[in-house]
């Protein structure tokens, strides 16, 4: 099954610089999420960039897509506190694999006072 | 949006026993899917709760072990069997709302510790 693959594993940065996150997966897809997950929470849904984009913006949020690489990446800029979380990347497949969302191994963000 | 209820939040079982996880939509979506999550780890499929017939597992996942039920477009639950200490987890009940934005609506999880 495609994996997406993250780096920075960790990601450690003081409020108002900006953190990027990066994403690697391997088969052909659909489309490519993006979620959040607060400490102990679920996790919520972020952006959404289709096959055919090659970047997206959500107020702090930019993402771009090369399906060539196979990578994603997010861009926060002007970080706080609160985006403190982990960050995974998602990939959505083709036919068979249509419906279902795999998972990255996601980035543990830190953004300190 | 959907807003997706888990209970327990949280639980404490002993090895051997059984523990049925539940996951109310409070709209009607069109799938449903359970998730496992472990410690510090990425997301991994467990299965796709289909309304009304057996779920489809992903491939380490079986019904004996984690049988699905889902008699309604909002309604599921996920029973962890003969439940080990390597079963402890987080288990995410998540849904695809009928309008097919492309996102995972998802509950806050049961977070499960086998002793």
């Known amino acids: 099954s495609q994996q997406g693959e993250e780096d920075p594993q960790a990601l450690s940065i003081q409020e108002g610089e900006n953190a990027t996150m990066n994403c690697s997966y391997k088969?052909?897809?659909?489309?490519l999420q993006w979620y959040r997950q607060n400490s102990g929470r679920g996790l919520v849904h972020l952006i959404l960039?289709?096959?055919?984009?090659r970047e997206k913006h959500s107020g702090r949020l930019r993402v771009t897509l090369d399906t060539s690489k196979k990578s994603s990446s997010l861009l926060i800029t002007a970080s706080r506190a609160a985006d403190t979380a982990s960050y995974f990347c998602?990939?959505?497949?083709?036919?068979?694999?249509?419906?279902?969302?795999?998972f990255g191994a996601g980035t543990r963000l830190a953004v300190h006072p | 949006s959907a807003v997706i209820s888990q209970k327990p939040s949280r639980d404490i079982c002993q090895r051997g026993t059984s523990l049925t996880i539940q996951c109310q939509v409070d709209?009607?979506?069109?799938?449903m899917f359970w998730y496992r999550q472990q410690p510090g780890q990425s997301l991994t499929l467990i299965a796709t709760?289909?309304?009304?017939?057996?779920?489809?597992?992903e491939s380490g996942f079986v019904i004996d072990k984690f049988p699905i039920s889902r008699p309604n477009l909002t309604f599921s639950t996920l029973t962890v069997s003969n439940m080990s200490p390597e079963d402890s987890s987080i288990y995410l009940c998540?849904?695809?709302?009928?309008?097919?934005?492309?996102?995972?609506?998802f509950g806050e999880g049961s977070r499960l510790t086998v002793l």
């Open positions: 088969t052909s897809i659909n489309n």
């Open positions: 709209s009607q979506v069109t799938m």
């Open positions: 709760a289909n309304q009304g017939s057996e779920a489809t597992y």
């Open positions: 960039i289709r096959s055919n984009e």
């Open positions: 998540s849904g695809k709302g009928g309008v097919d934005t492309g996102e995972l609506f």
């Open positions: 998602a990939t959505r497949g083709f036919s068979g694999g249509y419906n279902k969302l795999i």
